[in-house]
Nanobody, 115 residues
Framework: VQLQASGGGLVQAGGSLRLSCAAS????????MGWYRQTPGKQRELVAR???????EYADFVEGRFTISRDNVKKMVWLQMNSLKPEDTATYYC??????????WGRGTQVTVSS
């Protein structure tokens, strides 16, 4: 079971990035897919999550700037991030929960927003 995340990088404040994550190596269906982020010395926090069926959920700090989407057949999830702020700087982690209850994490992709 593997999660391959990509799309991080360095961007100026106000810019955009699109994170992608592909789940592979498992024959099971995916329930929840999501993105979390973490900065040094802080706990990992939810950014956005999207269930297989139902509306997505966003952290309050997103404030309408990010959009999460998924493809159930390809087992992929994306996070479109617009109007980025320096405080969005963090390592972003992809998270997938399979229908058997298995919870998996990607290795993280760095997002740096300069002021």
């Amino acid at each position: 079971v593997q999660l391959q995340a990509s799309g991080g990088g360095l961007v100026q404040a106000g810019g955009s990035l699109r994170l992608s994550c592909a789940a592979s190596g498992s024959p099971f269906n995916v329930n929840d897919m999501g993105w979390y982020r973490q900065t040094p010395g802080k706990q990992r926090e939810l950014v956005a999550r999207i269930p297989r069926v139902g509306p997505p959920e966003y952290a309050d700090f997103v404030e309408g700037r990010f959009t999460i989407s998924r493809d159930n057949v390809k087992k992929m999830v994306w996070l479109q991030m617009n109007s980025l702020k320096p405080e969005d700087t963090a390592t972003y982690y992809c998270n997938v929960i399979y229908d058997i209850g298995m919870n998996t994490w990607g290795r993280g992709t760095q997002v740096t927003v300069s002021s």
